[in-house]
């Protein structure tokens, strides 16, 4: 059952829910491989944004920048992320499908909502590049592209005109500071805001910023606000 529009889901439906039926397939979309411009009326397609490949497990990395929460069991790993929101339910739950990661959801007692995958092997990978033991953290190196940051910004994106914010999750400095490195080479410079600032998060300054990322992220889900996603306008 989607998610209304207003965001709160029915307080007497049974928990958790599945929500078994992603958003529409994006079209597939070719990397470009030229310098030459696009047609008039046709956007062009943004170098490592998120529609020039297909979905990736990998690309779950995203949600563990915001607030994501990777845990192990035998040999098996679950994710799981508190949102505020129901419209990133819907979304979160339909970007988990199109990598073939089922999850459910239920209201937290602070009227927000839990999201969280079973335990399964395909999420074995990601839980192996970011626990060392039960602590989490980015490996070195991590990147950023498209498709993680439109997971990060569907989890965690608060649009603050004309900046627009991208909450982290946990309370370890130095990941911190590896997902800043990872946005400058993304080509977004975000400042840091300190947790009694009212962070943890970066700010994407200005409306330049803004627009290139909302270039990389791609197209507003159907679910999400218009005013909660960034514009190349």
Request: charged fraction near 25%; aromatic fraction near 8%.
């Given at each position: 059952m989607p998610v209304r529009g207003s965001g709160e889901p029915p307080a007497a439906q049974p928990l958790p829910v599945t929500?078994?039926?992603?958003?529409?397939?994006?079209?597939?979309?070719?990397?470009?491989?030229?310098?030459a411009e696009a047609p008039a009326g046709?956007?062009?397609?943004?170098?490592?944004?998120?529609?020039?490949?297909?979905?990736?497990?990998?690309?779950?990395?995203g949600l563990l920048v915001g607030p994501g929460e990777v845990h192990r069991m035998g040999g098996t790993a679950r994710l799981s992320l508190v949102v505020d929101a129901g419209w990133r339910v819907h979304v979160l739950v339909a970007e988990l499908a199109q990598r073939g990661v089922?999850?459910?959801w239920a209201p937290t007692e602070d009227q927000r909502y839990a999201v969280r995958t079973a335990y399964?092997?395909?999420l074995v990978p990601l839980a192996a590049a970011w626990l060392r033991g039960t602590t989490q953290h980015p490996p070195a190196g991590f990147p950023l592209d498209g498709r993680r940051l439109r997971l990060w910004l569907a989890a965690a994106g608060v649009a603050d005109p004309p900046d627009f914010l991208l909450r982290l999750g946990g309370?370890?400095?130095v990941g911190w500071t590896v997902i800043g490195g990872a946005l400058v080479a993304a080509g977004l410079g975000g400042e840091l805001i300190e947790p009694g600032a009212g962070g943890p998060a970066y700010r994407i300054i200005g409306r330049r910023g803004t627009q290139r990322l909302a270039e990389l992220v791609g197209e507003r889900p159907s679910a999400a606000?218009?005013?909660?996603?960034p514009t190349r306008d």
């Open positions: 929500f078994p039926v992603p958003d529409p397939p994006r079209p597939k979309a070719r990397r470009p491989t030229g310098a046709e956007r062009q397609l943004v170098f490592f944004g998120a529609e020039t490949g297909e979905p990736a497990v990998a690309d779950l990395a089922r999850a459910s399964t092997r395909t309370t370890d400095p606000p218009p005013t909660a996603w």
